[in-house]
């Protein structure tokens, strides 16, 4: 039997994805974000990077989720908008196609 028969690993979830991908819609959505590339490689070259960039928040609890959802006003909050400005900067300027 293996491990991901054994424990049901839907449970575990880095809730930094969901902040980035979050964040990342909202800078995209920005008037002046009107001229950057939004492919899916863009996208998704510009979330790995910020993912890349900050510390993994994991949880594995609905406690987890209680705890995840205060970060929103966190000094962690500011650093996923920091990470996705400069990853929207980078990707922006520097496309992979």
């Known amino acids: 039997m293996g491990f991901e028969e054994e424990y049901e690993l839907d449970f575990l979830v880095n809730e930094a994805e969901y902040m980035v991908f979050e964040e990342l819609e909202k800078v995209l959505e920005q008037e002046e974000s009107k001229d950057i590339c939004k492919c899916q490689d863009c996208v998704y070259d510009m979330a790995a990077l910020a993912l890349n960039s900050v ?15 205060a970060l ?22 520097n496309p992979s196609h």
């Open 55 to 69: 510390k993994p928040f994991y949880r594995a609890s609905l406690l987890g989720k209680v705890y995840a959802d």
């Open 72 to 93: 929103s006003n966190s000094e962690y909050a500011e650093s996923v908008k920091e990470a996705v400005k400069n990853a929207v900067k980078k990707i922006s300027e």
